[in-house]
């Protein structure tokens, strides 16, 4: 039987690929037949509220990330040397639009989480940051234009995918360009653990992405898959079995600060912060050393099965 494809609109067979129960929520995978992209039923996005309460988004915007990412740093490189106006859409606490301005690009941005919002001007001041959605956005500014649209871990949130990709056509300059990231569809569900509904909603590969922008008036310039790091690994194989190999030198060090610090509110000495750095030098080295074997043989599986992709990254221009 034909049905529509929630994504790209098109009439198609739909193939039940699996099943998540999130209580209260019983959630089916479907691959749609043209594109090839898969989406998540029920298809809809939760809300600001509800990422704003999400503890991986939360502990994000309390503790940010101050440094771009190789993402971040591949779209600007590609473009060189050729700087404009960028919009960042879902910029979060603003690490990617502070490394544009420092590389001489204006830029402005939004999000609909105030708390990134917030974080963003306190860390960074950058003063073109608006709570708000893409919609409103445009309707506040209509007659504004960039250069460079980018959406980075943005597209496998949404709900409205031919909506966004339209109103983002009409953002960009005439030969604009786009740059984006998200979660590598066929990539090891291991390591991504939070690919999941209702936080994600579509998972994609180079196949399906490339027919939905190039449906959609976009030629795709340059498109990648990145591979998990081998430290990744390590760390993963730690969170789970390294209570087996603690000796909570990491915490007796923090209780030692604690105790000492005791009836003196000057702040902790460059001495017990010095102590801190080694102990956990020394935590990493341990780590390391008990589940480098095991992480290579993790590795190695992962390389072979091709399920070491965790990212995919795209660049693309509007015809």
């Known amino acids: 039987m034909s049905e529509i494809c929630l994504v790209c609109g098109q009439v198609t067979s739909l193939r039940l690929v699996e099943k998540y129960n999130k209580s209260p929520i019983n959630y089916s995978?479907?691959?749609?037949?043209?594109?090839?992209?898969q989406f998540w039923v029920p298809?809809?996005?939760?809300?600001?509220?509800?990422?704003?309460?999400?503890?991986?988004?939360?502990?994000?915007?309390?503790?940010?990330?101050l440094e771009p990412t190789r993402n971040h740093k591949k779209i600007l490189d590609y473009l060189l040397p050729f700087k404009g106006r960028v919009l960042d859409i879902g910029c979060g606490t603003g690490n990617f639009l502070n490394y544009a301005k420092n590389n001489g690009w204006d830029v402005a941005g939004m999000d609909f989480d105030s708390n990134a919002v917030n974080t963003a001007k306190k860390y960074f001041l950058l003063p073109n940051i608006e709570l708000s959605g893409l919609k409103e956005y445009i309707a506040r500014y209509p007659d504004k234009k960039f250069d460079l649209v980018t959406f980075f871990d943005v597209f496998e949130h949404i709900d409205n995918h031919l909506q966004f990709t339209n109103l983002i056509s009409s953002l960009l300059v005439p030969r604009g360009f786009i740059g984006m990231s998200m979660p590598y569809g066929p990539g090891s569900r291991w390591l991504q653990p939070h690919d999941l509904p209702p936080r994600h909603l579509t998972r994609w590969n180079r196949t399906s992405i490339s027919r939905f922008f190039e449906?959609?008036?976009?030629?795709?310039l340059y498109i990648k898959r990145n591979t998990t790091n081998f430290f990744n690994i390590v760390m993963k194989l730690r969170f789970r079995y390294g209570q087996w190999f603690s000796f909570g030198l990491v915490k007796y060090t923090k209780d030692k600060q604690k105790t000492s610090s005791v009836g003196n509110n000057s702040v902790t000495t460059t001495t017990s912060l010095n102590k801190t750095k080694i102990i956990h030098m020394l935590a990493k080295i341990k780590d390391t050393t008990i589940f480098f074997i095991p992480a290579v043989l993790v590795w190695l599986y992962l390389y072979v099965t091709r399920k070491i992709y965790t990212g995919l990254f795209v660049i693309a221009q509007k015809g």
């Open 29 to 37: 995978l479907f691959e749609c037949g043209v594109c090839g992209v």
């Open 43 to 65: 298809f809809k996005n939760p809300g600001s509220e509800w990422y704003e309460k999400d503890e991986r988004y939360k502990g994000a915007n309390e503790n940010p990330t």
């Open 215 to 220: 449906r959609n008036g976009f030629k795709i």
